[in-house]
């Protein structure tokens, strides 16, 4: 029974979040039913095993998510977010000598746009509501239907900036667990970053041109606020200071990413006060505090239920087939990170799972850290955004779409163009080993 244990389980939760059930209950509903059909301890298992997992986890990525989501708050609050999408997308749309290139510079925008806010450290599920009133400016201005924003926003925060080199997010933060720096395979990362964007741009512009031409439009919906008054005075340069103090602090001083936060936190704060009054830094604490829940018990509770998975005897014999296979390292890399993100619905909870596990097979078969490092993080971003995910099934509700309208430009950001990036870092790497 336990094959059919795995099997139900995950097709369980996969269910219970396809259906809007919140993640915890549905991890801890999945976790009860592997646990029952494998005949496992009922107690051991759920207290012990899944809560016990679920504490370690949430203790330590609720620091990073705290911070972050404060950092997003003071953003918002002081303009800054939205002075970045409007400085890019100002610069961009100069460009624009058709209808063609407005829609290719809108997507563009808005990708750069949410990527920049992320890699500054703003936890991409909150990146994505920070982002959101922005991108419906920008879709707006350029005429692009709507049903197309998610592709654009998780376009910039589901793929390269939670993968790419020197990438403050808990996906390149937890591989660093094998032994490696935030920043290796950076020419390969950043190959791959470009080749995600060039095939997020084409393929949505492709789409959005036939979409025009079967007669859709912008068209916002009943809760959308399309914001006009938002602050434009900061300038882009003050915007992106307290992000590049992050960056600095995390990549080259080697702080830790929660202190990094918190620090980016206080020089946005000093960076944003003639922006920013005390009801709005008292609101970013609390609002931050609040946002940041969310997130931090959703890794923790797919972590709980991937604790129990582990403890299922045929589990290993899963694992171990898969690494005794006769297939290259490089897919078998590839093959079973972006499977186990599938599974767990998650890049970071995938990595933070796969990569321990599967890092010692590969190095005695000729692959380097660095190597498992970029290209796992890259391949986590995959098949980790399928429509049971809970951070899509977050995205498209915070749109206020329905699945098959909101899901297939979501589905070429976050699934075909990662792995068009995840093929290019992989080639890159492979080709070009000595590279840095």
């Not at 470009?194 to 859709?216: D, F, P, S």
């Not at 918190?262 to 006060?273: G, H, K, M």
């Amino acid at each position: 029974m336990g094959y059919a244990a795995l099997i139900i389980g995950f097709l369980l939760l996969a269910t219970l979040c396809l259906l809007n059930i919140n993640a915890v209950i549905a991890a801890f509903t999945a976790a009860l039913a592997v646990v029952v059909l494998a005949a496992l301890p009922l107690t051991e298992s759920l207290i012990d095993v899944f809560f016990g997992r679920f504490g370690t986890i949430a203790g330590s990525m609720f620091p990073m998510f705290l911070f972050g989501s404060i950092l997003a708050k003071i953003y918002t609050g002081s303009g800054a977010a939205y002075s970045i999408a409007e400085t890019v997308g100002y610069h961009l749309f100069r460009f624009a000598k058709s209808e063609k290139q407005k829609y290719a510079l809108g997507f563009l925008s808005v990708i750069l746009s949410a990527a920049i806010i992320c890699y500054g450290g703003i936890n991409a599920a909150v990146a994505l509501l920070t982002i959101y009133p922005i991108a419906l400016n920008i879709f707006q201005k350029a005429g692009i239907p709507k049903r197309f924003i998610m592709g654009a926003i998780c376009g910039g925060a589901f793929t390269f900036a939670l993968s790419g080199p020197g990438s403050p997010q808990p996906t390149n933060v937890v591989a660093m667990e094998i032994g490696t720096s935030s920043g290796v395979g950076l020419v390969a990362g950043f190959v791959g970053a470009i080749v995600e964007i060039i095939v997020m741009v084409i393929i949505l512009t492709y789409l959005c041109i036939r979409a025009v031409k079967q007669g859709e439009k912008f068209l916002p919906g009943p809760k959308d606020v399309l914001d006009t008054s938002a602050h434009k005075k900061i300038g882009f340069f003050r915007c992106i200071l307290p992000l590049l103090v992050l960056l600095v602090l995390f990549n080259f001083l080697k702080i830790n990413i929660a202190l990094a936060i918190l620090l980016s936190c206080l020089a946005a704060v000093i960076i944003f006060f003639p922006e920013l009054k005390k009801e709005k830094i008292l609101y970013s604490l609390n609002e931050g505090a609040f946002q940041a829940l969310l997130p931090t018990v959703t890794i923790a509770g797919i972590n709980g239920f991937a604790a129990v998975v582990q403890t299922v005897p045929e589990y290993e014999k899963v694992i171990d087939k898969l690494l005794s296979s006769s297939l290259p390292p490089v897919l078998m890399l590839i093959f079973c990170v972006s499977l186990i993100c599938m599974i767990t619905g998650g890049s970071t909870t995938g990595t933070q799972i796969a990569l321990p596990v599967i890092s010692p097979v590969l190095t005695g078969l000729g692959l380097s850290l660095p190597f498992i490092h970029r290209v796992g993080t890259f391949a986590a971003t995959m098949l980790d955004s399928i429509p049971s995910s809970g951070a899509i099934i977050m995205a498209i509700n915070v749109a206020g779409l329905k699945m098959k309208d909101g899901y297939p430009p979501v589905f070429v950001s976050t699934i075909i163009a990662t792995t068009c990036g995840t093929i290019a870092v992989a080639l890159m790497m492979s080709l070009f080993p000595m590279l840095p």
